[in-house]
């Protein structure tokens, strides 16, 4: 079984390109935070992600550097060959999903990401917020 997921936030802007037949294609990298060193640096692992078609376009749409946000898919390896003809290995996520994460003044609406499409919230005409209730406000 082949699953990862990580939460952390973009590096930098995301990168939208088209293939040679047209299909997008966006690359973006997540800084995941580890724990805390015993010296009390905090460091991060970065890593590669790689969306495909729809799931391109909206990310390249609604994300920027520094948004935080949850992906999972695949870690899949790559083999290449530098310009000076050495033999490379990149290791990236492919066949990624997305999610929104972090606070609603960092998302400014209530959309979410799910399979590579976006959905709005539903909307319930009837329901009534009740606000907010303590415990002792319960009838059980």
Not at 9 to 37: F, H, M, N, W
Not at 59 to 68: D, N, R
Not at 73 to 88: I, L, P, T, V
């Amino acid at each position: 079984m082949n699953i990862i997921a990580i939460k952390g936030r973009l590096v930098k802007d995301p990168e939208l390109r088209l293939t040679q037949s047209g299909i997008s294609t966006c690359t973006i990298t997540v800084a995941v935070d580890r724990y805390y060193k015993k010296d009390g640096e905090q460091t991060a692992d970065f890593f590669d992600c790689v969306f495909w078609r729809q799931g391109a376009d909206f990310i390249s749409k609604y994300f920027t550097k520094g948004k935080e946000i949850i992906v999972h898919g695949e870690m899949q390896s790559r083999k290449y060959q530098d310009k000076e003809g050495n033999n490379r290995i990149v290791w990236e996520i492919q066949n990624c999903k997305a999610e929104f994460c972090g606070s609603k003044s960092e998302l400014g609406n209530n959309t979410h990401v799910v399979n590579k499409q976006q959905y709005s919230e539903p909307q319930f005409p009837d329901f009534q917020d009740i606000g907010d209730i303590t415990d002792g406000d319960l009838p059980f």
